[in-house]
């Protein structure tokens, strides 16, 4: 079991997640960050720190975004990783809450 970055991260990317994380799982991509499944040891202290409330228990991914448990593990090989708190984009709050944001993933 992990926790897994969902849809409203994209395009908000507030990165306050990486900061409590006790063994550093978080990649960072262009414009999402994803958890990666192998290394999270499912502490669940990230999940309140997201001003987004991007961060899911895997089994309690929102309906429809079944499909970000599988590009978590998929990206979080490619991405570097991100350890440090950084500024989130300007134009951040108006994504927050932007439905169907994974046409805007850059990978
Ligand atoms: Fe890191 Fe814990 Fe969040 Fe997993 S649940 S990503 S270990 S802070
Ligand atoms: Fe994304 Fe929330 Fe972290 S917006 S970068 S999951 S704090």
């Not at 970055?5 to 990165?15: A, G, L, Y």
């Not at 994803?34 to 991914?61: G, K, Q, R, S, T």
């Amino acid at each position: 079991m992990a926790f897994v970055v969902t849809d409203n991260c994209i395009r908000c990317k507030h990165t306050d997640c990486v900061e409590v994380c006790p063994v550093d799982c978080f990649y960072e991509g262009p414009n999402f960050l994803v958890i990666n499944p192998d290394e999270c040891i499912d502490c669940a202290l990230c999940e309140p720190e997201c001003p987004a409330e991007a961060i899911f228990e895997e089994d309690d991914v929102p309906a429809g975004q079944e499909n970000f448990v599988e590009l978590n593990a998929e990206l979080s090989e490619i991405w570097p990783n991100i350890t440090e708190k950084k500024d989130a984009p300007e134009d951040a709050e108006e994504w927050d809450g932007v439905e169907n944001k994974l046409q805007y993933l850059e990978r």
